[in-house]
């Protein structure tokens, strides 16, 4: 009997893993692919802030570094937000997720590779290794399982597929400004929006996400050769985001959930590896007060409010966004841009904690004239 068994040796899992080793539970991390990292969804842009708090460094993962952003309305109007310090990695995602396995292993967790765990009844976990059904047992199981968790499912977590923003990406060579990453809004993105993030001057990740039911596929392909005529893709993958509030209701009995599995994802921008990873942290020194000192599991929703109110407010500005029309959004970033938007945002931006800045926005006069309709999804 082991006291934890993790599912999914993603950030998330690998998190929760290490914070309880720190505090003496042993945990075992079940992952179905065979290699760590693969395969890779991700932009693997990362905020440093973010980062830092972790106390993760990049390291050898670190691909390129970013000051800022181009942010474009439908019509084409352009607003640059650009720091003079560094405001984000782009990681390589295989690398990063490895560099996790690897400082787990070095503290003697043990990491269990081609294992795909197929069930959970109470105490016991079905898993295939190698293709061989075997029995495990634990006291607590996570799911970490990522975007499509079966421990989600086990939980009576069915969430709409209208919460999931389905995405496809390309690895492009050709010219890029390595500095800035780029975000445009417009029909070829649904609900969401395309990015263009580099990972070096030659080398870009070109992707686009929308509600379910769009064609993807085809939208990018038309997106890149209207947009970035001089690239040329060679690597494609596609994925779910969710997109929503963070779940609730996400312990039960001695099931409990973390990182994508529960929705902890930026809804603005899809990214998930930070708050992931600090809800790991967050549920790692609850299982273990619950082991040593008898906490109750649900005391893990309660310690995830801080960070679940800022993800609930990534979700109201995602909600206000995708309620805008396209000549509403082109209107939008016009004011914006006329009433200092950038310089506001140069100083007072964050791409993890939007409540650092949205506070000081709605109090500012000059943005008044959005608060109609931002503050009806402020206040919801
Ligand atoms: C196109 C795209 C771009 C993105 N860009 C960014 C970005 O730039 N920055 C950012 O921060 N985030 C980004 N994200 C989101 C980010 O990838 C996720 O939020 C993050 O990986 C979540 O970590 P996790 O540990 O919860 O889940 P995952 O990283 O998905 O890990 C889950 C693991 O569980 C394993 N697993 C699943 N089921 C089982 C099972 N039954 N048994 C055993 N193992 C199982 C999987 O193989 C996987 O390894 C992006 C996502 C997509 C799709």
Redesign the pocket.
Known sequence: MNNVAI???????LSTALKLKELGVEATV????EHIGEPV??????SKKGLDELGTPPGESLLNEIKGAKIFSPNGTMLTVKKKETVAYVVDRKKFDQALVRKARLYNIHVATD????DVRNNTLFVQTSGRGELRKAEYVVG???????VRHLLGLNPPKESYVH?M?ATCSGKFDDKMVQVHFGDFAKGFFAWV?PLSKERAKI?LGSTLGENVSENLKKFISEKFSGTRPFQY?S???PCGAPLEGITKGNLAL????AFQ?KATT?????F?MKAGNVLGETIADVLKNKAQISDYEKRMEPLNKELKLHWKLRRYANSLRNEEIDSLFKKLKEKGIEEFLEKEGNMDEPGKFVGKLTTNPKYFFMMGTALKFLRS
């Open positions: 599912i999914g040796a993603g950030p998330a899992g079940f992952e179905e692919h969804h991700c932009s693997v842009l990362i294992t795909k765990v197929i970490a399982d990522g975007a499509n968790s079966t995405t990406q993030v992707g993958d994925a779910l985001i973390v990182g994508d599995a994802t899809g990214g998930g590896v930070v992931g």
